[in-house]
């Protein structure tokens, strides 16, 4: 009798563990192939960074049930854990446990995944070949045959450049070695390098947040600090989101910190920074924005997030949208030009329609939730699984940020301090029509219109998007 393929997981983050779990659940069988020496390796180099969202969005439910079934002792579920908190505590536990423990394999590189016998060209018989996943670890280089692959390597490893353009700035890649990308612990192994020093940080999203309160703390103990924040926008109205409105209270509490620090002068705002090039001067690094020249300092903090590296499936066929690298049908429900709404309304398998999930899903877009990937894995599980109706099902309702783009046309609101809409961002989720991002596109549409329905602008890209089945494998 033949032995069923398993289902190949690159990356044993939450997402990609969760991910294990539903499948177990669903009694198929996973194979993690994790690059890092740990599980959750991407996370071990935010590991000081406190999250905003509490161990009770952190845990995934089928997860829990592995767990619990080994007598794991469950953290409070109300508090708040840091990324090394989560590993320890909670991943590592799991990547014990007997049902996961074997199927894992640590300092197992993916180099690449394609249909079996059948390269990016070819047609004839390619929905019925199993796909071929080659991976690297210390014994050389293999092959493994699988029936679907998951793609929850994340985009850690992929920082977005400082240029405005998308492109490293002119003499970004020469100055490197001053260049920060993510979050570095100044308060703590990387002090020393930020001690005292005129520092710039440039991204406008939570990590830059992070990073900015952790500087003007170690500012008041180190003298002759000074820390510069750079970002696009021409205000900080929309940045320093929904304040008391966000349903994660910690995360709308820390841009009301940053709002604190700027008020009283901890921070130098820098605002409608468009990046051109960087110039190392014998005053420091200076950076140039058009015909503007931000003041020379000693290090620079690139918190612009990420993207996804997508080599690793250039032989698999994806359906990827132009602009930020997602699922084309995810896409419109997360891109921060169209999307009306601070939160996303929960998707899957639907929406997926090829291998990757968890932040690698989201493309360049940024605020991505845990919770989403668990949805999108659970989901996903059910498809490879043959049971669509659990895979369309929604089973997540997300926590609201209480930021709602048509506020800003002209973003008049005070900074930090924005109007929540009626009923929620936008009313809310959608009650019945999941191709709504919101109660207000789903009244728009039940009108006939199409589109956003929740600002005045409707983006056409919305109407386009029309829901398929995935094929066997979920991805071409």
């Known amino acids: 009798m033949n032995t069923p393929l398993p289902v190949v997981i690159i990356g044993a983050g939450p997402v990609g563990l969760a ?46 049930g592995l767990l619990a079934a080994r007598g794991w002792e469950q953290p409070d579920l109300a508090a708040f854990p840091t990324g090394g908190e989560v590993v320890e505590r909670y991943l590592r536990p799991l990547a014990a446990t007997p049902e996961i423990a074997p199927r894992l ?47 929850a390597s994340g985009t850690i490893e992929n920082p977005n450049f400082l240029g405005a353009s998308g492109l490293p700035a002119l003499g970004e890649r020469a100055l490197s070695n001053q260049i920060a990308y993510g979050i570095p612990d100044v308060l703590g192994e990387q002090r020393d390098r930020y001690a005292g020093k005129r520092l710039l940080v440039v991204g406008s999203g939570h990590s830059a947040f992070n990073v900015l309160k952790d500087l003007a703390r170690l500012s008041r103990q180190s003298p002759g600090m000074h820390v510069h924040w750079a970002l696009r926008r021409s205000s900080l109205a929309r940045v320093l989101g929904g304040g008391d409105n966000d349903q994660l209270k910690e995360r709308g509490r820390l841009g009301q910190d940053i709002a604190r620090l700027v008020e009283e002068g901890s921070l130098t705002v820098h605002t409608g920074i468009e990046i051109d090039a960087l110039e190392n001067t014998a005053s420091g690094i200076v950076v140039r924005a058009g015909e503007q020249r931000l003041p020379a300092v000693d290090e620079i903090v690139a918190a612009t997030g990420f993207r996804p590296d997508l080599s690793l499936l250039s032989e698999v066929r994806l359906s990827v949208h132009a602009g930020t690298q997602s699922p084309t049908a995810l896409a419109p429900l997360i891109d921060p030009n169209q999307h009306s709404c601070g939160s996303v309304r929960p998707h899957g398998a639907e929406e997926l329609r090829h291998p990757v999930v968890g932040m690698k899903s989201y493309g360049r877009a940024p605020t991505f939730l845990l919770l989403t990937g668990y949805e999108q894995v659970r989901s996903v599980a059910a498809a490879l699984a043959g049971d669509w109706e659990a895979a ?62 929740c600002g005045s602008a409707k983006p056409a890209a919305l109407a386009n998007k029309v829901p398929v089945k995935a094929t066997a494998g979920c991805c071409g």
């Not at 993916?110 to 210390?138: C, E, F, N, S």
């Not at 050389?140 to 029936?147: D, F, K, R, S, W």
């Open 19 to 64: 991910a294990a779990a539903h499948l177990l659940s669903r009694g198929l069988e996973p194979l993690l192939l994790e690059a890092g020496d740990s599980v959750g390796a991407g996370m071990q180099r935010w590991a000081h960074v406190r999250m905003f969202s509490p161990w009770e969005f952190t845990i995934d439910s089928q997860a829990l």
């Open 105 to 151: 394999r640590l300092r197992a590189r993916v180099l690449g995944v394609a249909r079996h016998r059948r390269d990016l060209m070819k047609d004839a018989g390619r929905g019925t070949q199993p796909y071929v996943v080659q991976y690297r670890d210390a014994n050389g280089e293999h092959e493994v045959l699988a029936q679907g692959v998951i793609d």
């Open 392 to 453: 369309r099902r929604v089973e997540l309702v997300l926590p609201e940020t209480g930021v709602c783009i048509t506020q800003f046309a002209d973003e008049p609101a005070a900074a930090g301090k924005p109007e929540k809409a009626a009923g929620g961002c936008c009313g809310g989720p959608p009650a019945k029509d999941n191709s709504a991002c919101c109660v207000a596109d789903e009244d728009a549409k039940a009108e006939g219109n199409t589109g956003c329905g």
